[in-house]
């Protein structure tokens, strides 16, 4: 097992423990659960095997379910997000630039930002059509969508930084 490896491994396991025992207690104005978890779907590294990806974000959003109970909601959420995220990839990064091989290796912000956005809001979007499965929910799939997802976004980010931070010491 090499660095990058034990990196994703320790990285998948902190995130779940996070996302279990911190974050799914949070509950911010009473509905509002932030998700720390997807930052793993964010560091993983562009280039790496797809398959092996999918099948570890498998067991993220199952491990997840299982610990919070919610029935398979991020399991479908986060596995549909790891399918599509080639796809996230060059529409963030563009089809004719150059994509670097990992987040962290990137230099341009607005990419980043757009990249880590676009993997919260369809999970998000995703994650409250299954749990509200409801056409008459809509205005709370997108209340619960945008506000998850504000919230989501800044601790993401706030994650993300301090993975920068490690990784330059």
Do not use: W
Not at 28 to 45: A, E, R, T
Not at 60 to 76: C, E, N, V, W, Y
Not at 145 to 169: A, E
Request: with cysteine; net charge positive; aromatic share 18%.
């Amino acid at each position: 097992m090499n660095r990058k490896s034990l990196i994703l491994l320790i990285s998948f396991i902190t995130l779940l423990f996070f996302q279990i025992f911190v974050f799914n207690n949070m509950n911010i104005f009473g509905f509002i659960n932030p998700m720390i978890y997807l930052v793993f779907l964010v560091i993983y590294d562009f280039d790496s095997d797809q398959t092996l990806f999918i099948l570890v974000c498998f067991l993220l959003g199952f491990s997840t379910d299982f610990f919070s109970q919610s029935g398979g909601a991020h399991t479908i959420s986060t596995l549909t997000v790891s399918f599509l995220r080639p796809i996230l990839i060059r529409n963030s990064y563009g089809v004719t630039s150059e994509v670097p091989v990992n987040f962290k290796a990137d230099t341009r912000k607005i990419n980043k930002y757009t990249f880590i956005s676009l993997i919260l809001i369809l999970h998000h979007l995703i994650y409250f059509s299954v749990v509200f499965f409801s056409l008459s929910a809509i205005y709370l799939i997108i209340k619960n969508t945008f506000l998850t997802f504000i919230f989501s976004l800044i601790l993401n980010v706030m994650v993300l930084n301090f993975y920068r931070k490690s990784d330059d010491s």
